[in-house]
């Protein structure tokens, strides 16, 4: 029998115990045999969203439990291919939440403007537009020359696509209108060229970017950054997961350096609340004192 998806808990018959007890373990099997088999660890991702990815996995799959999705992602590799690919939830946009952007040119961007170099770390990129917004406002303020932008995420398909910088025409509309709410002061087009159903970023602003694989939930720190952008990855992390990330980038961080986490996210009731000063209370943009 398949579970009642929407039910999150409220436990009220024997049966709903037995059957979310039995999907509970289930998916407990398949995270850990994950794990053990391919060193992915999802074991600590927010269970809602979590569950529905998995059980949207089971039906893609034309399967009917958790067990037998297991059964397939731990014998087939392209099936966990698909699996990682899905629960990574790759959505992203050009200059998303153009706020934060014309936050970051009016406060961030003064104090960087004094450093000699500039490093900064996008962790969980997804396809990159994000990152491709950061090099395009960092060249209008003349700093892109003086940057590297390390860009990073755990699933590779995503990666690859950023790293080609090629991306459907038709979002160009929303990106544009993105761009200008951003503070961009130039003619949005300048930046790419169209061929058929898609466009490609200038190489110009392909150079200083170093995109690489790299997951928050097991690898450690690589560099030292002055600013780390971490937006809608974390949203989908238990609080355990949410600590250790944050230690990540606490070891990562330079003093002074820079985090920024958006709009729905904040570093109150984190173990690090108190390493941080806040220079943005609405876009949650932090500065890290210890
Ligand atoms: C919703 S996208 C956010 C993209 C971009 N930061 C933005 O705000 O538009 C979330 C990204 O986080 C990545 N991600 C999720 N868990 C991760 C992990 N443990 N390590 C690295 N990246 C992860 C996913 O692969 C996905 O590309």
Redesign the pocket.
Same mark, same amino acid.
């Given at each position: 029998m398949t579970p009642d998806h929407s039910f999150e808990g409220d436990i009220h018959s024997p049966l709903e115990v037995d059957i979310h007890e039995r999907e509970s373990i289930e998916i407990e099997l398949l995270l850990e045999g994950i794990h053990r088999l391919y060193g992915y660890d999802f074991r600590n991702y927010a269970m809602p969203s979590l569950r529905r990815r998995i059980w949207h996995c089971v039906h893609a799959e034309n399967l009917k439990t958790v067990s037998s999705l297991q059964e397939k992602v731990l014998h087939n590799r392209d099936c966990f291919d698909r699996l990682v690919y899905n629960l990574?939830?790759? &959505?992203?946009?050009m200059f998303?939440d153009p706020e934060l952007f014309k936050t970051f040119r009016k406060k961030i961007i003064p104090i960087l403007r004094t450093y000699p170099y500039i490093r900064i770390w996008?962790?969980?990129?997804?396809t990159g537009?994000?990152v491709y917004s950061m090099a395009i406002m960092l060249h209008e303020e003349g700093l892109y020359e003086k940057s590297r932008i390390y860009a990073?995420?755990?699933?590779d398909r995503?990666l690859a696509q950023a790293k080609e910088g090629i991306f459907n025409i038709e979002k160009m509309q929303l990106y544009t209108k993105n761009y200008l709410a951003a503070g961009g002061t130039r003619s949005f087009s300048e930046y790419y060229t169209a061929k058929y159903n898609s466009v490609i970023f200038q190489p110009f602003l392909r150079k200083n970017l170093i995109f690489a694989e790299?997951?928050?939930?097991t690898d450690g720190s690589f560099n030292e950054f002055n600013v780390i952008f971490c937006?809608? &990855?974390m949203i989908?992390f238990d609080d355990k997961l949410r600590n250790h990330v944050h230690k990540l980038f606490h070891e990562s961080l330079n003093h002074f350096g820079v985090l920024v986490l958006?709009s729905k996210e904040s570093i109150h009731f984190t173990d690090f609340a108190d390493c941080y000063e806040p220079m943005d209370m609405t876009e949650k943009i932090y500065r890290k004192i210890k």
């Open positions: 990574s939830i790759p &959505v992203t946009e998303r996008h962790a969980g990129c997804s537009e994000e990073t995420d755990m699933n995503s790299h997951n928050l939930a937006r809608n &990855v989908y958006g």
